[in-house]
């Protein structure tokens, strides 16, 4: 199975900034879809943003979009979430996931095949 790990998250600011990363362990992570999925509390797993392989097609959610990039490094197996101008709506438990298929929706967690642990995202007013 595929193993990503999350990196980055923390205690920050409303107004700060953060960038998350995951690192991917198997073979041809450039071929997969990458997206960034959040949970915060009391609320379900919702779709942040998304990248395909090639990088060159970005998906984001409404409540992200303009302060959220994602971006991908192929050479070294690794997704990011650069997120500014955080929010306390932001704070969430923040997953990385990737899907096999080529053909998977972005925006589709069901798309999804293998997935992270998690990473605490808390923003404070």
């Known amino acids: 199975q595929a193993q990503l790990v999350e990196s980055g998250g923390g205690l920050v600011q409303a107004g700060g900034s953060l960038r998350l990363a995951c690192a991917a362990s198997?073979?041809?992570?450039?071929?997969?879809?990458m997206g960034w999925f959040r949970q915060g509390p009391g609320k379900e797993r919702e779709f942040v943003a998304g990248i395909q392989g090639s990088g060159g097609t970005t998906s984001y959610s409404d409540s992200v979009k303009g302060r959220f990039t994602i971006s991908r490094d192929n050479a070294k197996n690794t997704l990011y979430l650069q997120m500014s101008s955080l929010k306390p709506e932001d704070t969430a438990v923040y997953y990385c996931?990737?899907?096999?298929?080529?053909?998977?929706?972005?925006?589709?967690?069901?798309?999804?095949?293998?997935w992270g642990q998690g990473t605490q995202v808390t923003v404070s007013s």
């Open positions: 996931a990737a899907a096999l298929s080529g053909s998977g929706t972005i925006a589709y967690i069901r798309d999804y095949d293998y």
């Open positions: 198997r073979r041809g992570f450039g071929a997969y879809m």
